[in-house]
């Protein structure tokens, strides 16, 4: 299948993704501080409906209505530091707020 979650078993690699855009750094950074609050401080990873909430509720992106949920995709369709977080992200991890070109701030979360 060309639908991976392992890298290094895969001939095609895709993967899957949820993310929350924000172009205010105080608006993700409110954002972020609830993934840690609620999971992230205590070495836990955050359960997908709850990233998906919290995309709703703070993202900017038309993908903020469905929970962040970018869908599968490979590498080279995503901007380059956008690419480098969502595939250097373990599976089940959440990325830390970065920025980038054309917007100010992103989280990943790694499906």
């Not at 993310?19 to 105080?26: N, S």
């Not at 997908?48 to 970018?70: H, I, N, Q, T, V």
């Not at 530091?81 to 830390?96: C, K, L, N, R, Y």
Request: aromatic share 14%; charged share 20%; net charge positive.
């Amino acid at each position: 299948s060309p639908y991976c979650h392992d890298a290094n078993n895969c001939l095609w690699i895709f993967f899957t993704a949820r993310h929350i855009l924000y172009e205010k750094q105080g608006k993700i950074n409110e954002a972020y501080k609830k993934l840690q609050d609620g999971w992230l401080n205590n070495g836990d990873k955050v359960p997908p409906a709850e990233f998906a909430k919290l995309a709703s509720e703070y993202s900017e992106c038309p993908s903020g209505k469905k929970g962040g949920d970018l869908g599968w995709f490979p590498r080279g369709k995503m901007a380059g530091p956008f690419q480098d977080v969502a595939f250097s992200t373990i599976i089940g991890a959440t990325s830390a707020p970065f920025k980038l070109e054309y917007v100010l701030s992103v989280t990943i979360m790694r499906l």
